[in-house]
């Protein structure tokens, strides 16, 4: 299962909003996690099954979509949120991430 | 405190072997699937291998089929990745990650691994 996100790279202002969008080659349902991933740092599990936001992740993240496309929103931007972006289908095997967005803060 | 902690690495020339380790510790390791990610310098996260608790199953990505292999032993709560007849395109930092319903929740330190003559 192929993922595409778009865009591959954005930037965006303190404050702001961003959406990332994710396409899956086939439907998965809503088996979608988005991860966060800075330099040097784990990937860090934002957003489960397209829309659970996990415990301790500001709620200004959120998740939606099912079957085919999928977005991940950020609102109020702080500078923190600096950092690429990954989609990742659990559906089947093989297991595949999407080719990441990158986040820049302005 | 929950925690996946990685050890080996390093450097190996092309048609090497080389073995990972990722220990955990704070939880049910028996309970979970495992995998192995990784991110090529300059790259996306590309997924690797999965197993399930039981060890009853392993999956792996097409392109290290046949020459990694993933492994666990639940009584030492420790995760393996063996990759052998490595090429320089494995070059990568590997993550362990446990895997939960519906998501890779914990993640390993991070260990690199360089394939070069």
């Known amino acids: 299962i192929q993922m595409t996100q778009s865009p591959s790279s954005l930037s965006a202002s303190v404050g702001g909003r961003v959406t990332i969008t994710c396409r899956a080659s086939?439907?998965?349902?809503?088996?979608l996690a988005w991860y966060q991933k800075n330099p040097g740092k784990a990937p860090k599990l934002l957003i489960s099954?397209?829309?659970t936001l996990q415990s301790g992740v500001p709620s200004r993240f959120s998740g939606s979509g099912s079957g085919t496309h999928f977005t991940l929103t950020i609102t109020s931007l702080q500078p923190e949120d600096s950092a690429a972006y990954y989609c990742?289908?659990?559906?089947?095997?093989?297991?595949?991430f999407g080719q990441g967005t990158r986040l820049e803060i302005e | 405190e929950v925690q996946l902690v990685q050890s080996g690495g390093g450097l190996v020339q092309p048609g090497g072997s080389l073995g990972l380790s990722c220990e955990v510790s704070?939880?049910?390791?028996?309970?979970?699937?495992m995998a192995w990610v990784r991110q090529a310098p300059g790259k996306g996260l590309e997924w690797v291998a999965n197993?399930?608790?039981?060890?009853?199953?392993?999956f792996y990505v097409d392109s290290v089929r046949g020459r990694f292999s993933i492994s666990r032993d639940n009584a030492k709560n420790s995760l393996y990745l063996h990759m052998s007849s490595l090429r320089v395109e494995d070059t990568a930092v590997y993550y362990c990650?446990?895997?939960?319903?519906?998501?890779?929740?914990?993640w390993g330190q991070g260990t690199l691994v360089t394939v070069s003559s």
């Open positions: 990742q289908q659990l559906y089947d095997y093989p297991i595949t």
């Open positions: 990650a446990r895997v939960a319903i519906r998501g890779y929740d914990l």
């Open positions: 197993m399930k608790q039981d060890e009853s199953d392993k």
């Open positions: 704070g939880f049910n390791f028996g309970g979970y699937v």
């Open positions: 086939q439907g998965i349902s809503t088996l």
């Open positions: 099954d397209a829309s």
